[in-house]
């Protein structure tokens, strides 16, 4: 069974940074475009960055010029790297990848920005 495990998230002050990761694993034959997505409390789970299998990635304003996916696909792994993180960047984490033609979402991760 093929699946998606993130790890990275946590707590981290206001400015801060983190790296989340998201590894896939199984019997895998094709990975396409993968996602990070987020979640905060009480709001709709929104696209934060995407990127395809050569590296054209594409990010949500809110987030632009602070974070930066990148993927390795010999260890098939999507990072996100998040910088300057704010108060409202608290939600959970989740990714996702299109793994042998199939939409996979991983379990997701929290990320908590406060002082």
């Known amino acids: 069974q093929v699946q998606l495990v993130e790890s990275g998230g946590g707590l981290v002050q206001p400015g801060g940074s983190l790296r989340l990761s998201c590894a896939a694993s199984?019997?895998?034959?094709?990975?396409?475009?993968m996602a990070w997505h987020r979640q905060a409390p009480g709001k709709q789970r929104e696209l934060v960055a995407s990127?395809?299998?050569?590296?054209?990635?594409n990010y949500a304003i809110s987030v632009k010029g602070r974070f930066a996916i990148s993927r390795d696909n010999a260890k098939n792994t999507v990072y996100l790297q998040m910088n300057n993180l704010k108060s409202e960047d608290t939600a959970v984490y989740y990714c996702?990848?299109?793994?042998?033609?199939?939409?996979?979402w991983g379990q997701g991760t929290q990320v908590t920005v406060s002082s």
């Open positions: 996702t990848g299109l793994i042998n033609l199939e939409n996979i």
């Open positions: 990127i395809t299998k050569r590296g054209s990635s």
């Open positions: 199984g019997r895998i034959f094709s990975i396409g475009n």
